[in-house]
């Protein structure tokens, strides 16, 4: 009797102590990540390079972490905010998704902010770049940029290198402004002069007026920053200005000479100097490996946007993995503060402070690449290493 009870004790235990494990297996739930992308309207190529990158990362990567099955949600906003709020919220409340992520231009994370706070939902922005988009909510991570983190070095390379006066050229909106508002002191401090700032509208981007009030001021560079997407359009006009014989150098952000376009800008592009953290042609190993992969997934070239979404979706496997698939969205949320890691881009943190990240930031000429099928590229030829948003620094 007593030795009957006590093997049954020992299976019971042992029974028990399996129980868990086998439960766990069966009975996991997904891990449902909650895409939101521009995949329609003005900013849809934000979302065509982000899902690229993303389905890459589970391709390269697999669809299980820590025994967890991943499902990835995505849905269009066209961007808009009014829609991005709304199926952040659906995918809260309905489908129970374990974190947001995406966020194609600043009005849209804005909007969905409030909601990552309340639902305790952590919300990885890998597009939007104004700085003040993490301070919206304690659950905001970011593995995109900021506008002030690439203005400021094209400003000094500009102070350095001749440039006495600027007009400043900006999409009229979060990231415009902290481009003008960056640039502007950074140029102020290497000597040099602002003669005129103009904002242009964010829908509709008729460019000529505004450019003819650049030719009419005659700086000796204009400063442009648009949204990724609307680079070659306003190429197209500065030559139909004839702007590009006129003397005026143009200098920009890397937004402006997009990867996604910057090839069918052709030659007036050619020597365009500006600055941002990533390019296609960065000449590190694992971004040759990188950009092979995504080149013969999807047949064109990746951009900073899914470089962005490639490493949000590592930031968010690594602390899924980091909490052994166990989740949960303060856990989660403290396991992608303080990540350090190898992106395309170069080397990168997730500042544990600001939730921001720490990156190079590259000045770069654009030029026709002969080893590279003579195709027009951002070439790297100076960086400032390990450049924290200088928003958040004072
Ligand atoms: C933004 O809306 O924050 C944004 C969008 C595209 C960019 C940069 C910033 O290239």
Do not use: C
């Not at 990552?116 to 919206?136: L, N, W």
């Amino acid at each position: 009797m007593k030795r009957r009870l006590a093997l049954h004790a020992l299976a019971g235990s042992a029974a028990l102590a399996a129980a868990p494990l086998v439960v766990r297996a069966a009975d996991a739930k997904p891990f449902k990540i909650g895409f939101i992308l521009p995949m329609t309207g003005q900013s849809a190529s934000t979302g065509k390079q982000i899902e690229a990158a993303v389905k890459l990362w589970m391709a390269q990567n697999g669809t299980t972490v820590a025994g967890r099955k991943i499902e990835l949600i995505l849905k269009d906003d066209a961007g808009t905010a009014d829609t991005t709020r709304r199926i952040a919220q659906e995918m809260v409340v309905n489908d129970k998704v374990d974190v947001l992520a995406g966020f194609g231009l600043t009005p849209l994370a804005f909007a969905t902010a409030p909601i990552a706070t309340q639902s305790k939902t952590p919300m990885v922005v890998t597009a939007a770049a104004t700085s003040a988009i993490t301070e919206q909510s304690p659950y905001i991570v970011r593995t995109s940029f900021t506008l002030p983190q690439v203005s400021v070095s094209i400003a000094e390379w500009a102070g350095k290198h001749g440039i006495k006066s600027v007009v400043t050229f900006v999409a009229d909106y979060g990231p415009g402004i902290d481009a003008e508002k960056f640039f502007k002191s950074q140029f102020l401090l290497n000597g040099g002069k602002v003669i005129g700032e103009i904002r242009s509208p964010l829908r509709s981007p008729d460019f000529a007026p505004f450019l003819q009030k650049v030719a009419d001021q005659k700086p000796d560079a204009v400063f442009v920053f648009l949204p990724s997407g609307q680079g070659a359009a306003f190429m197209k006009q500065f030559a139909e200005r004839g702007l590009d014989k006129s003397g005026i150098k143009l200098i920009a952000t890397g937004d402006v000479t997009d990867d996604d376009q910057l090839n069918d800008m052709g030659d007036v592009a050619l020597g365009i100097v500006n600055s941002h953290h990533y390019s296609a042609a960065h000449p590190s190993a694992a971004n040759k490996k990188f950009v092979a992969a995504f080149e013969a997934a999807n047949k064109f070239r990746p951009n900073f946007m899914a470089v962005a979404g490639y490493d949000g979706m590592r930031v968010i496997y690594a602390a899924l993995a980091a909490t052994k698939g166990a989740g949960g969205g303060d856990a989660l949320l403290a396991a992608m503060k303080g990540q350090v890691f190898e992106s395309p881009r170069g080397p990168v943190l997730i500042d544990a402070q600001t939730r921001d990240i720490v990156q190079d930031v590259y000045i770069r000429k654009v030029e026709r690449v002969p080893a590279m099928g003579n195709q027009l590229y951002n070439v790297e030829f100076d960086v400032q290493k390990q450049v924290k948003d200088p928003a958040k620094t004072k």
